[in-house]
């Protein structure tokens, strides 16, 4: 029986659809060669942490006659207690510190910079005026001007203090943070404000109560970048600072590892120690950071 919906004669076929030619093998090839070239990229990533994280259990004799890439025979943690014996909580704190205070105003700042610049940018000159300079900030590297903050430091009385760090760190923070921020508070709908301010809210309502909610994975975004940056920072350290006593991290395993060279366990004991407190803000941030970066693809 022919039903309406078929248009064929009685006893007609039904014409088979011909097969694309190569398009299934190609797509499978494709996908071979994106999977390969992944799990080879993994690999090339995972070998140096693989690496790091097994020689740090190694005893120092045992890494020069085992092979590097086997697992320790006799896992120990000496190099562990070593490298805590040798002042690196004062370090662990003085970076904390550091990157506390600088990132903590250095965002807050920015936070409050950018709503001023998207809520009133369009009617004042002033702002239109801030808002460019902060982003002729972006164009400044820091070697460019570390004389000139030498120099200011030891004015001011700052050298050798974990303050001649912060004060630099906290400006070099601020223009990316208010140039990505803005970018969130504007992408907020013009509605939601005019209706917090007809409900009575002020503007200091309104930055808490609204933006403050609705940027906060780009918060997130901003702090996490913001501290893996100023946790790293090398040259402000180096530079600002001269007794043992404010040394950061990063300057400490540079000086740890030309006092210890020939301890390669106990150096790479130091790097993994170091990497643990940036890694566990990134877990515990993962989320929101995730939302942050992927937040601008979305729309």
């Known amino acids: 029986m022919t039903t309406t919906l078929d248009k064929r004669p009685p006893g007609a076929h039904a014409r088979p659809t011909p097969p694309s030619k190569g398009r299934g ?4 090839r494709y996908n071979l060669l994106g999977g390969v070239a992944g799990w080879l990229w993994l690999v090339v990533v995972l070998l140096p942490i693989y690496w790091i994280v097994i020689t740090s259990f190694k005893v120092q004799a045992d890494y020069y006659a085992t092979n590097p890439l086997a697992p320790p ?10 490298v805590l014996e040798n002042d690196f909580v004062r370090y662990f704190i003085n970076s904390v510190i550091v990157t506390v205070g600088a ?26 005026g ?4 902060f982003l002729m900030g972006l164009a400044i590297p820091l070697q460019a001007v570390i004389i000139p903050i030498y120099l ?3 004015k001011i009385q700052m050298y050798d203090t974990l303050g001649a760090i912060i004060l630099p760190s906290l400006a070099f923070a601020i223009p990316l943070s208010v140039l990505v921020l803005s970018n969130f508070v504007r992408d907020v709908p013009k509605e939601l404000f005019e209706s ?34 100023v946790w790293n920072g090398f040259i402000l350290p180096l530079i600002l600072t001269q007794s043992p ?11 740890f590892q030309g006092q210890y060279t020939i301890n390669i366990p106990a150096v790479l004991a130091s790097v993994v120690l170091t990497t643990l407190p940036i890694l566990t803000l990134y877990i515990l941030g993962r989320r929101q950071l995730l939302s942050g970066l992927t937040a601008g693809f979305s729309k």
Request: charged content about 15%; aromatic content about 12%.
């Open 25 to 28: 093998f190609n797509l499978l």
């Open 73 to 82: 025979t006799n896992p120990t943690l000496d190099n562990y207690r070593f």
């Open 103 to 128: 990132v903590g105003p250095a965002v807050l700042v920015s936070f409050m910079a950018a709503y001023a610049i998207v809520r009133g940018s369009a009617a004042s000159r002033f702002l239109r």
């Open 130 to 133: 801030v808002n460019g300079l």
């Open 152 to 154: 200011i430091i030891i």
């Open 196 to 229: 917090m301010r007809m409900d009575g809210a002020t503007e200091w309502g309104t930055l808490w109560r609204l933006a403050f909610p609705l940027t906060r994975p780009a918060l997130v975004t901003v702090t996490i970048y913001q501290g893996l940056t």
């Open 245 to 255: 006593e404010q040394r950061t991290l990063p300057l400490a395993l540079w000086s």
